[in-house]
């Protein structure tokens, strides 16, 4: 096998690569000769086709069959003789395939960068340190107490944060306009998903009532042929109700699973609750600006294109599944263009290739250890423990993803001794509250 490189472009390659003929030959004769053994055809007796027959019938695609295969393979080994990994599938151009000369053919494709790792010390963290308050825990009971809440009817005129169950009908200039129109419509006062003006008319309204109110359209409105109008609505309110919070007892604590030790327990279980947060919360901010660091001091890597479109043909991916059934009917190129995703696939494409050269140069395994410890760790939050630990060791996707999670927290674990670490105080809510890299991350 004759193989010669170039280097074309960047991280491009092009091999061109010789294969005796004999090679392809040899292998279509020896398939044909096989089949013959089996092969039926009208006028001989099986296993007695004569290999002129034989190559007049199925010789064309026998032959076809074998150049894919000697390509692909050859190409393997081609890759392997002369030390190249490819990022991506070869676009193989067949230059000759004519029967009784040497097959060649031309394969681009692009290979990994060579990684020159940097001086980690220059990542810069601002570890983020917080305790839990009684204030904080008080919040959060709060918030469960709203979130178990119910809606009971009154009989009064409604106010900020009761919800109303209302008929409107919307104008402009006497004209009814698209989207202003609506019955047995439930609207919270006071959230703020209407125009300006429209719940704060409705307050002091009760059951039965009407009202018209005049209001315009912010300037900055959606809709182009309603910014900035002004229009008319007629309510009706159909009901009032107030919303009702439960009490702090027996049942509303067996809710979540605390079935002795009244609110003494319950306060417990919900600062455990809130600390494991907090601990996951501290770890997932502090992981996050490591991986940021890394990019930004790798900022100059090649990338594979091949690589970068992979990723983002999934981002779309992931994008697509979210529209669910109505995705069958939308253009999805047209809809999603790949200059949407290429900022967060260079840098995903980015990340992977230092941390797994990274990985690889530091000889960094998932710990069995750990990766047990983690599993125990989720699978004490469900009524049996056991029975998860079994599940995520029985399947293999899930283990790997639990191992893949572990090896990159011991990435973290080390680079956070080699970079420069400083603690920042922080409240829990400062430490709970989103980040936009943080899906990314």
């Not at 230059?95 to 009784?100: A, D, P, S, T």
């Not at 109303?164 to 129109?181: H, L, P, R």
């Not at 990435?411 to 936009?436: G, H, N, Q, R, W």
Request: proline letters at 4%.
């Amino acid at each position: 096998m004759q193989v010669s490189i170039q280097t074309t472009s960047g991280l491009e390659r092009k091999l061109t690569v010789g294969i005796p003929a004999d090679r392809v030959d040899n292998e279509v004769n020896n398939r044909l000769q096989k089949a013959s053994s089996t092969v039926r055809l009208d006028g001989f007796r099986p296993g007695k086709v004569p290999m002129k027959v034989m190559k007049q019938r199925f010789g064309a695609g026998v032959r076809q069959e074998v150049l894919q295969e000697v390509m692909n393979q050859s190409f393997s080994e081609a890759v392997v003789q002369e030390n190249l990994k490819p990022a991506g599938m070869p676009n193989i151009e067949p230059k000759n395939l004519e029967e009784g000369r040497d097959l060649e053919y031309v394969a681009t494709f692009e290979v990994f960068p060579e990684l020159d790792l940097k001086d980690y010390s220059a990542i810069t963290i601002e570890k983020p340190v917080a305790a839990i308050t009684d204030a904080d825990i008080d919040k959060m009971i709060a918030t469960l107490r709203e979130q178990q809440s119910t809606l009971d009817a009154v009989e009064r005129a409604a106010k900020s944060g009761d919800t109303v169950d209302i008929n409107f009908a919307g104008t402009k200039d006497g004209e009814a306009f698209d989207g202003g129109t609506a019955e047995g419509s439930s609207l919270v006062l006071g959230s703020g998903s209407m125009i300006p003006g429209f719940e704060d008319g409705i307050v002091g309204m009760s059951a039965g009532e009407e009202k018209t109110l005049s209001l315009s359209f912010p300037e900055d409105y959606h809709a182009e042929e309603l910014k900035g109008a002004a229009v008319e609505f007629v309510v009706t309110v159909n009901s009032v109700s107030e919303k009702k919070l439960p009490e702090l007892d027996d049942a509303f604590f067996e809710k979540f699973g605390v079935k002795e030790g009244g609110e003494e327990q319950f306060r417990k279980d919900v600062t455990q609750n809130m600390q494991r947060e907090l601990d996951n919360g501290i770890k997932s901010k502090t992981k996050n600006q490591v991986m940021e660091g890394l990019v930004d001091i790798h900022s100059d890597l090649q990338l594979p294109q091949a690589l970068v479109k992979q990723e983002i043909s999934g981002l779309k991916g992931q994008m697509v599944q979210q529209f669910g059934g109505a995705a069958a009917s939308l253009d999805v190129d047209s809809l999603l263009p790949d200059d949407m995703f290429i900022e967060q696939a260079e840098r995903r494409v980015r990340l992977g290739l230092i941390l797994n050269e990274y990985i690889s140069k530091e000889s960094i395994s998932a710990d069995p250890e750990k990766v047990k410890e983690t599993i125990e760790g989720f699978a004490s939050t469900y009524e049996d423990p056991e029975e998860v630990v079994n599940y995520y060791y029985s399947n293999q996707q899930q283990l790997q993803e639990i191992q893949a999670m572990v090896l990159e927290d011991s990435v973290v674990e080390k680079l956070l001794s080699i970079a420069k670490v400083t603690e920042k105080k922080c409240s829990y809510d400062e430490v709970m509250a989103p980040e936009a890299s943080a899906e990314e991350a």
